[in-house]
Each structure stands twice: as C-alpha cells, then as structure tokens.
Nanobody, 113 residues
Framework: QVQLVESGGGLVQPGGSLRLSCAAS????????MNWYRQAPGQERELVAT????????RYADSVKGRFTISRDNAKYTVYLQMNSLKREDTAVYFC??????WGKGTLVTVSS
C-alpha cells in the first residue's frame, strides 16, 4: 500500500530551474528517511539527495551540491527537490525513495537548449 508519486519533471534549458515533488501515502511519512535518486540514459541509478525524517539533516551528491535542495513537509506527506542551475548532465529520470525500500515510478527531467 506504500505509494510514491513524483511530479514536476519536464524540459528546461541549461541554467534553468525545476522543482520536483513526491507525494507519499500508505505509511507514517514522518518516520522515514526520504531520498531522491536519478538514472540517466544508459547509466546506473545514482543517489542525488537524502533527508532525515524530521527534515533537519540533508546530504547531497557532489555533482549537485550547491545547486539542488531537498526538503519535506511531513504534514503534507511530500518531499521536494528544488533544482537550480541545471546542466545537461542532470538529464535523467528522477525517482523518489522512502527508507531505501520503496520507489516511485519516476519523473523525467530533460535539460537541453
């Protein structure tokens, strides 16, 4: 019954911004570490960002540090990924993950001019 639904992906030019959302249901959201992963075409899945259950501790992949921000609203059962200064290398399907065990279907982000 755990469900994670990503949204907010799309086409953006290099240097632009997007905000991804992940709506969760079927579990006590505030007890879970939440993560964003991504998978670029022909590449392996990569952990992009993680956030503690209370939202006070965050960690990022070196490739996105300083450009991406993960946040969460436990009352809304939602986790976000704000992506700024996007690069072509950020093009990927972005997946929401709960407690390293549950996955959404992903949302495609394409960075291209």
């Amino acid at each position: 019954q755990v469900q994670l639904v990503e949204s907010g992906g799309g086409l953006v030019q290099p240097g632009g911004s997007l905000r991804l959302s992940c709506a969760a249901s079927g579990f006590i959201f505030s007890n879970y570490v939440m993560n964003w992963y991504r998978q670029a075409p022909g590449q392996e899945r990569e952990l992009v960002a993680t956030i503690s259950s209370g939202g006070t501790i965050t960690r990022y992949a070196d490739s996105v540090k300083g450009r991406f921000t993960i946040s969460r609203d436990n009352a809304k059962y939602t986790v976000y990924l704000q992506m700024n200064s996007l690069k072509r290398e950020d093009t990927a399907v972005y997946f929401c993950n709960a407690n390293a065990a549950h996955w959404g279907k992903g949302t495609l982000v394409t960075v291209s001019s």
